[in-house]
Nanobody
Framework: QVQLVESGGGLVQAGGSLRLSCAASGRTLSAYAMGWFRQAPEKQREFVAVITRNGGSTFYANSVKGRFTISRDNAKNTAYLQMNNLKPEDTAVYYC?????????????????WGQGTQVTVSS
């Protein structure tokens, strides 16, 4: 079992940047594919990005492609989401999640462990 804690959220102006971190404890992060999801008020949770266990492959939602970058440092047991050129529509609670089979899915129901979320608010 792994515990996940997100950090790095906050309030930023449109066009700005934030870097989210997802720190893992309990088991080594390298055992999991890692995903980022977000949920805006009154909307369903949506996929943002995913990275394979060794970081060799990534995949992004079309809405963030070219602006967001997912990465991981297995030695530090931490995954990251670098968010650039933020837009008001990126405002949401962002969650990291771990998937134990390692096939890097995009559906939230395929993930085994979740963090508590961190709020990102982008002002116009």
């Amino acid at each position: 079992q792994v515990q996940l804690v997100e950090s790095g959220g906050g309030l930023v102006q449109a066009g700005g940047s934030l870097r989210l971190s997802c720190a893992a404890s309990g088991r080594t992060l390298s055992a999991y594919a890692m995903g980022w999801f977000r949920q805006a008020p009154e909307k369903q949770r949506e996929f943002v990005a995913v990275i394979t266990r060794n970081g060799g492959s990534t995949f992004y939602a079309n809405s963030v492609k070219g602006r967001f970058t997912i990465s991981r440092d297995n030695a530090k047991n931490t995954a990251y989401l670098q968010m650039n050129n933020l837009k008001p529509e990126d405002t949401a609670v962002y969650y990291c999640a771990a998937e134990s089979l390692g096939y890097a899915p995009t559906r939230s129901r395929d993930y085994d462990y979740w963090g508590q979320g961190t709020q990102v608010t982008v002002s116009s």
